[in-house]
């Protein structure tokens, strides 16, 4: 185990792999466990930008009530030669590759203050595989969301600011021919819409995904960079507006939420189908008394059963947990705040081989800083980790958690990591 020698005694409770920020101890920028001030500076580079570090300080971070122990995967900081540290910041959701490395993106911070694309192993070991900005400023697009594995070894995501028109771009990463723009949004609602989100897989060549600007619309992309608007919400009354990201069934059909609009006003749940085009409106957010609202995530079980979360409604306002199967019969599952500390806000979820599901909150928890949590078939929900214990804790979780071996959670947070600006968490549950 590796420690700056200010903090030995603190490195014997806790493990960290990856924080977005500095050093507890210190204050010093921190980089693959590496503290720049704690110890002898050592200078290494990758993707041809120098960065200075040295050794870093490991933190314990306590589990909630025994159930769970945090540890924080790893701290960030670009420091080109001769330049103030700059920051990665706010790292969004990740992706278990192919190869078991975990890959995400920084919404900003990186030379160009426009985001990254990282890898970092279970381990620990972090690597910048692309900074916005660094091959042209403004037409790489700003701002990513999200991305995909297509074919091993091949990325895909979205940004969503920036690009050519500067209303966000597709695009794709590989390590034979680096970073490719595959799309850049007009911001025509006619033609092909404005600020793209998560995509969702259809096969390693094609890919289907929405935008948000105006109300929204589905298309789809394939591997070349040939794209099509397959719908516009606003086709047909109470369709929804501003979707969220898409979930491909395993009938072949795409499954998704709106966050606005409908018959009453608080979003909708969707079925497309390619084949023809056709939107179906499952289900209109509010039609029950404490009904949910603004659906923010969907996944799928292997039963065909689809599950959601929503920030706003319920029994108790802070949103929660919903179930529709790919028929339109709904049935709300949980209701955040029915416990005390649950979750406020729940941002996604993941789903196991045995049907449990294991997701975040954004607010809530014994800190107000978020929640980890896990939900039965037979919605038995149970907390796992209050968010944000220490200031050096990840905080305020930015997506669902990806599911690991050995009973492992990984995921990202917005805020925490010493310096604010986010980090990558495992749990063990």
């Avoid at 790489?140 to 028109?165: H, L, M, N, Q």
């Avoid at 947990?321 to 029915?338: D, R, S, V, W």
């Avoid at 014994?366 to 039965?376: D, E, I, M, P, V």
Wanted: hydrophobic share 35%; net charge positive.
């Amino acid at each position: 185990m590796e420690w700056c020698s200010p903090c030995a005694m603190v490195c014997l409770q806790i493990r960290k792999l990856a924080q977005f920020g500095v050093c507890a101890a210190c204050g010093s920028p921190i980089h693959k466990n590496l503290c720049k001030d704690c110890s002898t500076m050592t200078t290494f580079s990758i993707s041809g930008i120098a960065r200075k570090a040295s050794r870093a300080l490991l933190v314990t971070l306590l589990g909630f009530s025994g159930v769970a122990q945090g540890a924080v995967l790893e701290s960030l900081v670009y420091s080109p030669t001769g330049a103030a540290p700059i920051y990665e910041k706010y790292p969004s959701r990740l992706i278990l590759a192919s190869n078991g490395e975990l890959w995400g993106t920084t919404n900003r911070g990186g030379p160009y203050d426009s985001g990254t694309i990282f890898k970092i192993t279970t381990g620990g070991a972090y690597s910048t595989q692309f900074s916005f900005g660094s091959v042209n400023p403004y037409d790489d697009g700003g701002r990513p969301s999200s991305i995909i594995e297509g074919a091993s070894g091949v990325f895909y995501g979205t940004a969503e600011a920036k690009g050519t028109y500067g209303y966000g771009v597709i695009f794709r990463l590989d390590s034979v021919g680096g970073f490719h723009v595959l799309k850049s949004f007009t911001g025509n609602a006619a033609a092909d819409g404005s600020f793209p989100r998560k995509l969702a897989k259809a096969n390693n060549n094609l890919f289907y995904g929405v935008t948000v600007g105006g109300s929204g619309s589905i298309f789809k992309i394939d591997s070349a960079g040939n794209f099509t608007t397959l719908y516009r919400f606003g086709t047909q009354p109470f369709d929804g507006m501003y979707p969220n990201s898409l979930v491909m069934g395993s009938d072949g059909n795409l499954y998704g939420t709106t966050y606005n609009g409908g018959q009453y006003g608080q979003g909708t749940i969707f079925k497309f189908v390619p084949s023809t085009q056709q939107l179906t409106v499952l289900y209109q957010f509010g039609s029950i008394g404490a009904d949910l609202s603004r659906a923010v995530s969907l996944i799928q079980q292997s039963s065909g059963v689809l599950y959601g979360t929503s920030w706003e409604g319920g029994n108790f306002g802070k949103g929660g947990i919903f179930k529709i199967t790919t028929g339109g019969t709904y049935t709300l599952a949980y209701h955040c705040g029915t416990v005390a500390n649950d979750c406020y806000a729940p941002q996604g979820l993941a789903v196991a081989a045995n049907g449990t599901m294991y997701g975040t909150s954004y607010s809530s928890g014994a800190n107000a800083k978020g929640t980890a949590f896990s939900l039965t078939p037979a919605h038995v929900f149970m907390l796992l980790y209050s968010f944000g214990a220490t200031v050096s804790d990840v905080a305020k979780p930015s997506s669902e958690p990806v599911l690991g071996g050995s009973n492992l959670l990984y995921g990202t947070g917005n805020e925490g990591g010493g310096a604010g600006f986010g980090a990558i968490y495992k749990i063990q549950y």
